[in-house]
């Protein structure tokens, strides 16, 4: 018995990775759906369908709010709905990476030219003229700056950025103007977009995720977190202001995922919001949010991503660390990810240098790379069968 006990420690591993990939596989959202909590006042609840009272206990005379279990139907993607959200996925791809625009490689411009120049084809540009941001958000916006060469030279790089004051968080706006000769029916689908760079989250962000809302004004992460929702809401009132023919609509990935919806439920300008493999948020920020907004709450995953593979995946450090504790609140479209998966890790590796241990582990899990801004474009651009470089 004792030689057969090292290759049982070899096997086990190997086979609970295989359960864990078989349950990935095997797992229909369509069957199973998704328990998230979300805090409504009373009357709401009575008035709002598909709101289930939790077993929480009875409400007493000063209580204002309640938390109810809310059950969404996961949905899979169709080639219309694709189509859609494509632009958002793309604004909030190039929100999050500035290498991408400045790089010298070849291979890099490439890939950045022609995915503006689809943006282009949809009337969507980004918004480079100071003049065109509201008079009081100029002083944090940055049209360009100098960037070093390796020729030695130095060159301009396009930055296009608003950053929210004493935060890591920025915003690149889009302006999409139908033709002015256009009926007005058509017209009304002009659009600015807000899309928010929030991957490296910071205390403010993470308490987004996983701390109530404060009450009252405190010297903490979570109050610093509730002026920068203040400060995306001014500027989204600016802007409505500014282009009040154009809808409003903001989008982002992951932290910029949770950070969008909640200035979807802190903002009355943002019509819509469009995120991607996003984290959810704290029930207490979406307190008093209506059905018909959180209608407008557009999320899409990667099928296998961290936020949706994690509870079955054995081998996730996300696993054996700890969950993330909140469920995102609206039903998310379902983007399979097979047959994908050697053209994720090359679009993966335009952006990331990962050391040969990290890579290591992301190739086996799959994951990470799965959750990545990379996974999310390829999986977008492969469906639609979009003729464009990788």
């Known amino acids: 018995m004792h030689h057969k006990s090292p290759l049982l420690l070899i096997t086990a591993p190997i086979l609970l990775y295989s359960i864990s990939l078989f349950s990935i596989a095997g797992t229909d959202p369509q069957e199973a759906g998704i328990i998230a909590e979300l805090t409504l006042p009373q009357e709401q609840v009575q008035a709002d369908s598909g709101i289930e009272p939790s077993d929480a206990p009875e409400p007493q005379e000063n209580d204002q709010q309640q938390t109810y279990k809310r059950k969404t139907v996961d949905y899979r993607a169709t080639p219309e709905l694709l189509l859609e959200r494509y632009p958002y996925a793309l604004m909030s791809y190039l929100s999050e990476i500035d290498a991408i625009l400045t790089s010298e490689s070849p291979e890099k411009q490439i890939f950045a030219i022609f995915r503006i120049s689809y943006l282009g084809s949809r009337h969507f540009q980004f918004v480079e003229d100071p003049e065109a941001i509201p008079e009081k958000w100029r002083p944090h916006f940055m049209a360009t700056r100098e960037q070093p060469q390796t020729s030695g030279k130095a060159g301009h790089q396009i930055v296009v950025q608003i950053t929210i004051p004493n935060s890591n968080i920025r915003i690149r706006v889009f302006k999409q103007t139908v033709d002015e000769d256009s009926s007005s029916e058509a017209h009304a689908e002009s659009r600015i977009v807000l899309a928010l ?15 109530p809302r404060p009450t009252k004004t405190v010297s903490s992460a979570c ?114 990810s097979s047959g994908l998966e050697s053209h994720i890790r090359h679009i993966y590796k335009l952006n990331h240098y990962d050391s040969w241990l990290d890579a290591l582990y992301n190739y086996v899990t799959s994951i990470w790379i799965l959750h990545s801004k990379e996974s999310v474009l390829r999986a977008f651009e492969a469906h639609l069968k979009l003729d464009l470089p990788w």
């Open 197 to 211: 760079s929030g991957e490296k989250s910071n205390e403010a962000l993470q308490c987004l995720v996983t701390q």
């Open 223 to 336: 109050s610093l977190a509730v002026k920068h929702l203040q400060d995306i809401t001014d500027l989204a009132d600016s802007l409505k202001s500014m282009y009040p023919n154009h809808s409003l609509e903001i989008t982002g990935y992951s932290f910029s995922g949770a950070l969008a919806q909640a200035a979807m439920s802190a903002s009355e300008s943002i019509d819509q919001a469009y995120i991607f493999n996003s984290y959810g948020i704290h029930p207490s920020w979406l307190e008093g949010v209506s059905e018909n907004k959180l209608a407008r709450i557009h999320h899409s995953y990667v099928e296998g991503s961290l936020l949706h593979g994690q509870d079955y995946n054995l081998l996730s450090r996300y696993s054996r660390w700890k969950l993330p504790p909140n469920k995102v609140v609206v039903a998310g479209m379902k983007i399979p």
